[in-house]
């Protein structure tokens, strides 16, 4: 059974940084992609950055940000071990959210499957 853990989360000032972490546990099948999403009381969840690899052990990445967040936030993964991080700088109010880790890997079918977190609660206030 594969589970995805996150930590990292917490109460920041606007200004601050924090750094989440993430790891899918219960796995040894490499990553397709990894990205955090944030949702906010009834919003939609929505995406916050994301990697995308090609499968492969050479270096065919690809990293999407939302608009909201580049210049200010760094993803970075392994995808051979499951782990991804967000670094969190220059934190806003309107960055306080439940943020939430996704890993999707490829079934033995050849379909793909994305396994989520349970969320860390982001605050961001003075």
């Known amino acids: 059974q594969v589970q995805v853990v996150e930590s990292g989360g917490g109460l920041v000032q606007p200004g601050g940084s924090l750094r989440l972490s993430c790891a899918a546990v219960g796995s040894i099948v490499r990553a397709l992609k990894m990205g955090w999403y944030r949702q906010v009381s009834d919003k939609e969840r929505e995406l916050v950055a994301l990697i995308t690899t090609d499968g492969s052990i050479t270096n065919g990445d690809n990293i999407n940000y939302s608009d909201s967040v580049k210049g200010r936030f760094t993803i970075s993964g392994n995808s051979g071990k499951n782990t991804v991080d967000l670094q969190m700088n220059n934190l806003k109010s309107e960055d306080s959210a439940v943020y939430y880790c996704?890993?999707?890997?490829?079934?033995?079918?050849?379909?793909?499957?994305?396994?989520w977190g349970q969320g860390t609660q982001v605050t961001v206030s003075a």
């Open positions: 996704m890993v999707e890997q490829r079934t033995v079918m050849g379909g793909r499957i994305s396994y």
